[in-house]
């Protein structure tokens, strides 16, 4: 009975985990609908209004928040040693939370679901953990749009 109990337990927390993240994001495995002219990958909103996503860079998966606010990539900095982005030259950056310093550096290949963006400008800031921020040095090389609780990229083919 005690380990009836114990195997009850440990699949619960199993289960009620894997809702938590689905709600945190659901995105963990976007999509991609391939057409002639575009590929498109739509995103639903998760509880908190925000739009996440399990993507790629240069071959390794990693958890992006779309921030439209945001100029560059920024990625954390244990997430950059992770990937061996290269630092490049030192710079100070105005975030919500205040100036901070951050290193330049350059993504070769970024992948949200089937679309596909090459030599990316980026940031690696020591002070940040958590999701990749995908700014519009990524965001500006494709077209998106919102309707209701979703948003779509969208990269033209060709």
């Known amino acids: 009975m005690t380990a009836g109990v114990v195997l009850g337990m440990v699949f ?6 894997e809702v938590e993240e689905d709600r945190r994001n659901p995105n963990s495995d976007p999509t ?3 057409y002639a002219e575009s590929i498109e990958v739509p995103l639903k909103r998760n509880r908190q209004g925000h739009y996440m ?3 790629q860079i240069n071959g390794e998966d990693v958890v992006f928040l779309l921030d439209t ?3 560059d990539v920024v990625v954390p900095e244990s997430t950059a040693r992770r990937l ?5 030259m030192r710079g100070r950056a105005m975030t919500a939370n205040g100036p901070v310093t951050i290193y330049q550096t350059r993504i070769d290949e970024l992948h949200l679901g089937e ?7 980026a940031s690696i800031n020591p002070n940040m953990e958590g999701a990749i921020l995908l700014g519009m040095s990524a ?8 309707q ?4 779509t990229l969208k990269q033209k083919s060709g």
């Open 148 to 151: 209701a609780d979703t948003l």
């Open 53 to 55: 996503l399990v993507g």
């Open 69 to 71: 606010g945001a100029t």
């Open 115 to 121: 679309i596909r963006l090459i030599n990316i400008d």
């Open 12 to 17: 619960l927390t199993f289960f009620f985990g």
């Open 84 to 88: 061996g982005l290269p630092y490049g």
């Open 32 to 34: 991609s609908r391939i």
């Open 139 to 146: 965001l500006g090389q494709i077209e998106f749009s919102q």
